[in-house]
């Protein structure tokens, strides 16, 4: 069967960008999680845990998890610091019905508050969490120096800025397998297990088209963001930035 791909996110505008994030997370949400796992092997839960522990509460005792999906970097925070209040922002409202079940099942509610918002444009004041975050969500966001000047506006004076994102491998040799495995692989297995595996091209295409990590970390500095430090995971299939708002 043909599977229909979205174009390349180079050849499309910020605003067709967005609805193509938005109808693709809104009809994969079902299957999500599981092909999170499947697909990586688990090794999103550990690059979650990695980054969870990482995380310094000095001041608020608040946390601000962006773009938070089905909600597992929130959950994953609430269980590991349960002393902090946990907030978790996106704007495709399916994934949020998604992570309000899951933290029921866990009994966290109590804990995470779940929003819809814009990443643009946050609903917070300034200064007013500990640690902000976003996993695997500013690669699907056109405006990134906007996304991570809110995310600065927002945390505390010596408060960390964190972003665990997938980039493509640079070594030689892994790399010609990371991208057989992207493009050819992984829309496979995705066709077999879920109803819009045209999303897993758009995923591939993302990761490929997202700057190294190097360039990354200048980003974030030339947004103001300080002592940024990348941490690469996985033979540096993700990596995890870490950032300070001085």
């Given at each position: 069967?043909?599977?229909?791909?979205y174009?390349?996110v180079?050849k499309?505008?910020?605003?067709?960008?967005?609805?193509?994030?938005?109808?693709i997370?809104?009809?994969?949400?079902?299957?999500?999680?599981?092909?999170?796992?499947?697909?990586?092997?688990r090794?999103?839960?550990?690059?979650?845990?990695?980054?969870?522990?990482?995380?310094?509460?000095?001041?608020?005792?608040?946390?601000?998890?962006?773009?938070?999906?089905?909600?597992?970097?929130?959950?994953?925070?609430?269980?590991?610091?349960?002393k902090?209040?946990?907030?978790?922002v996106?704007?495709?409202?399916?994934?949020?019905?998604?992570?309000?079940?899951?933290?029921?099942?866990?009994?966290?509610?109590?804990?995470?508050n779940f929003?819809?918002?814009?990443?643009?444009?946050?609903?917070?004041?300034?200064?007013?969490?500990?640690?902000?975050?976003?996993a695997?969500?500013?690669?699907?966001?056109?405006?990134?120096?906007?996304?991570?000047?809110?995310?600065?506006?927002?945390?505390?004076?010596?408060?960390?800025?964190?972003?665990?994102?997938?980039?493509?491998?640079?070594?030689?040799?892994?790399?010609m397998?990371?991208?057989i495995?992207?493009?050819?692989?992984?829309?496979?297995?995705?066709?077999?297990?879920?109803?819009?595996?045209?999303?897993?091209?758009?995923?591939?295409?993302?990761i490929?088209?997202?700057?190294t990590?190097?360039?990354?970390?200048v980003?974030?500095?030339?947004?103001?963001?300080?002592?940024?430090?990348?941490?690469?995971?996985?033979?540096?299939?993700?990596?995890l930035?870490i950032?300070?708002?001085?």
């Open positions: 069967m043909k599977i229909n791909k174009p390349s180079k499309v505008s910020d605003e067709e960008r967005i609805g193509m994030v938005k109808e997370f809104s009809t994969i949400t079902g299957r999500y999680d599981f092909l999170n796992h499947f697909l990586s092997m090794r999103d839960v550990a690059w979650r845990r990695f980054s969870v522990q990482k995380m310094v509460f000095p001041k608020t005792k608040n946390f601000l998890d962006i773009a938070c999906g089905t909600g597992d970097l929130s959950i994953g925070a609430s269980l590991e610091h349960d902090v209040s946990v907030t978790g996106d704007f495709v409202y399916p994934m949020l019905q998604i992570a309000k079940e899951k933290a029921e099942k866990k009994n966290l509610s109590d804990r995470i929003l819809q918002g814009n990443a643009l444009s946050l609903p917070f004041c300034e200064n007013s969490f500990d640690v902000t975050a976003m695997f969500g500013i690669r699907n966001i056109p405006q990134k120096d906007r996304a991570l000047r809110e995310m600065l506006r927002v945390t505390v004076s010596g408060g960390q800025i964190m972003i665990l994102e997938m980039t493509f491998i640079q070594n030689r040799f892994f790399k397998l990371y991208y495995y992207l493009n050819f692989l992984l829309p496979l297995l995705a066709k077999i297990f879920s109803k819009n595996a045209a999303a897993y091209y758009y995923l591939a295409d993302s490929m088209n997202f700057p990590p190097e360039e990354f970390a980003i974030m500095r030339e947004n103001g963001i300080s002592n940024v430090k990348i941490c690469p995971l996985t033979f540096g299939i993700t990596c930035y950032g300070e708002k001085l």
